[in-house]
């Protein structure tokens, strides 16, 4: 087998870094059924996150490793020895202001340099953090503030307070970060001693809990995982050291990370802490709407982004918006068809299965490289070497595009139970379609009836209970159950296949895995998303939304620009097209889907049919549009 991991290794150019392999356990029936990797890195059997700033500022004091956007687009570094100052500054405040070890505080904000500072300054303080995403509604906000107990609330404005009703879930301190009050805090601390800070540090080990991280609720309400100082370095040391080359300056190029997913999220968390752990010059992306993104982008210049699969789902969208304005659609989408051939032909060449992308081929991209792939680099900055994606499941076809124009994606599987990161792509060996091997020091098992389960020190310890004693236990028998269906390939790679809870199991006994089916009709120029329902119904259908970029060349092209939207969707040529892609997806995977609706509008967060990372809520799509199901089976 070729080489798959660098170990730790302060070499990089012209010398190959060791490598282990994963190592496979097949069943009597021949299949691959479980795969685990060593950990490449120690476990860390003393301190806390809370000394990362500390360490860094010991061992590198002027290295920066923040980089901070002011409200008139300068840039301002950050030096580790700074951010230690701040993170003692703002821990004292915290400390002055009455807050115990072990008490709880809430961060409610987008991804930030102020949500990351909080972060450490609540460790340096012996506190537990409660990240809630601002896009959670005001009751749920509430609920998560209730059941956490959280003392204290860290928000980013004035209108997430009034929202919160701060008096109703039992808060004693509210800071505003649009209102200057961390910075206000800091000044309230002047008066304790550093040594208190030290003392705070001292109290916390690697079973410690860090951080009660609430599941996004794609299947109901969210539930409360205690995640310790243990479970993160688990995670974090492990990744930096697999992808080392993300992390790692070299000669001529200096390293910069830009953060894009949600802080809030168990992913964008590890992608924080990984960056501190490393000292690389960190950006942070508090909008994910590519308008606002992308200028971020060719500001900071990144050479790796770390990202939710909705943002490069954003970002493919906007560049095909722009080429539909200029009148380049369809030379767009081509493209995007050849990026993806390309990338699978070089992949099948890496497999030992073909010759790779032939001559025509290697033409075409050759031509679009011109006109759209440096373009797509150019606005991510021009330096992306690494894009590292996680927080739900992403296109084949998706990650084609961005692999075969040059920008690679390196796919993750994980969930909050496990800290955000369970498998992630080979840096040297990725594989479209799947999400790549365990991470090191990770175990993955397929159960009987095709469920993935999880083993490793980044596993959480217990969920918790305001009501209970102590921590509910997660993992009976050292597995963590998913929920998610998967399989592994010869080699160890998953391949995620759906969510065991959206199992479709008609009338007559025919099952149906959602995922693969609704990912082969969004891949449809004209459907943004796709749910099938059918459980316990004589047949699988399907709720369709439209692409407005896709529908509104087709209404140019079609000289239906006057016709109301609430017109088009009964238009027949409109529906004989998307019939058309229901009976592709249909002779691809054998979904069998007889009937469609296309329901008005897209999913948002807003309207709450997308988690904060994307994933449909599937529970809350067929409540709001019952109606319309029904309408599927008269």
Not at 272 to 298: F, I, N
Not at 302 to 330: C, D, M, N, Y
Request: net charge neutral; with cysteine.
């Amino acid at each position: 087998m070729s080489s798959l991991y660098p170990l730790a290794s302060t070499q990089i150019d012209g010398i190959e870094p060791p490598v282990v392999e994963p190592e496979l356990v097949r069943y009597d029936d021949g299949e691959v059924r479980e795969v685990s990797v060593p950990a490449l890195v120690p476990a860390v059997g003393y301190g806390s996150l809370a000394d990362l700033p500390f360490d860094n500022a010991t061992r590198a004091p002027q290295d920066v490793v923040f980089s901070r956007r002011t409200g008139d687009g300068r840039w301002l570094d950050v030096s580790a020895e700074e951010f230690a100052r701040e993170v003692t500054a703002l821990a004292k405040g915290l400390i002055a202001e009455g807050l115990s070890p072990g008490d709880r505080i809430a961060v409610l904000a987008r991804t930030s340099y102020e949500w990351t500072l909080t972060d450490f300054a609540a460790w340096a303080a012996g506190l537990v953090t409660v990240p809630v995403h601002p896009s959670f509604s005001p009751r749920r906000i509430q609920w998560v503030l209730r059941h956490s107990g959280a003392a204290a609330l860290v928000t980013e404005s004035v209108s997430q307070v009034t929202a919160v009703a701060p008096e109703s879930v039992g808060l004693r301190h509210v800071w505003v970060i649009d209102r200057g009050h961390l910075e206000r805090l800091a000044e309230l601390g002047a008066d304790v001693p550093d040594a208190e800070v030290g003392v705070r540090r001292g109290m916390l080990g690697p079973g410690t809990p860090a951080s009660l991280v609430y599941t996004s609720g794609t299947t109901g309400r969210p539930t409360a995982c205690a995640l310790t100082h243990g479970n993160f370095f688990a995670q974090v040391d492990n990744v930096v050291e697999l992808l080392f080359p993300a992390f790692t300056s070299v000669a001529g190029r200096d390293t910069s990370a830009l953060l894009c997913a949600p802080s809030a999220h168990a992913f964008g968390r590890v992608a924080a802490l990984a960056c501190v752990r490393a000292r690389v010059r960190t950006g942070h992306a508090p909008s994910a709407v590519p308008e606002e993104l992308l200028p971020l982008c060719e500001e900071f210049r990144p050479t790796a982004v770390f990202a939710t699969p909705s943002v490069l789902e954003q970002i493919f969208h906007h560049l095909r918006a722009r080429a539909q304005e200029s009148g380049k659609l369809t030379a767009f989408d081509r493209s995007a068809r050849i990026a993806s051939r390309f990338a699978e032909a070089e992949q099948r060449h890496r497999l030992g299965r073909g010759e790779g992308p032939g001559r025509t081929l290697r033409a075409a991209r050759a031509v679009y490289d011109q006109s759209v792939y440096r373009r797509l680099r150019a606005s991510l900055g021009g330096r992306v070497g690494h894009v590292v994606c996680g927080g739900s499941a992403m296109r084949r076809q998706l990650s084609g595009f961005y692999t075969g124009a040059g920008v690679p994606v390196y796919e993750t599987y994980g969930l909050t139970e496990a800290t955000g990161i369970a498998t992630l792509a080979p840096p040297l060996r990725p594989r479209l379609g799947t999400v790549g091997h365990p991470l090191p020091g990770t175990a993955v098992r397929i159960a009987d009836d095709g469920e993935i389960l999880l083993s490793g020190r980044h596993v959480l310890h217990g969920r918790w209970d305001p009501g209970a004693t102590k921590l509910l236990p997660a993992a009976p028998g050292g597995w963590l159950p998913t929920g998610d269906l998967g399989r592994l390939d010869e080699e160890g790679y998953l391949v995620v296949t759906g969510r065991r809870a959206d199992t479709l199991t008609t009338i007559s006994g025919a099952r149906v895995e959602p995922l693969a089916v609704e990912n082969r009709l969004r891949a449809h120029p004209l459907i943004s998303r796709a749910v099938l329902v059918g459980e316990g119904r004589p047949y699988v259908a399907v709720l369709l939304t439209l692409d407005p970029p896709g529908l509104t060349h087709w209404r140019r092209t079609t000289k239906r620009t006057a016709t109301p939207y609430e017109l088009l969707l009964g238009d027949p040529e409109l529906r004989a097209l998307l019939q058309e892609a229901v009976d592709e997806a249909n002779t691809a995977t054998g979904a069998g889907i007889r009937r469609f609706a296309v329901l008005p509008g897209e999913f948002t967060q807003t309207s709450g049919h997308l988690t904060p990372t994307g994933t449909v809520r599937r529970d809350r799509v067929l409540g709001d549009f019952a109606g319309e199901v029904e309408g599927l089976y008269r």
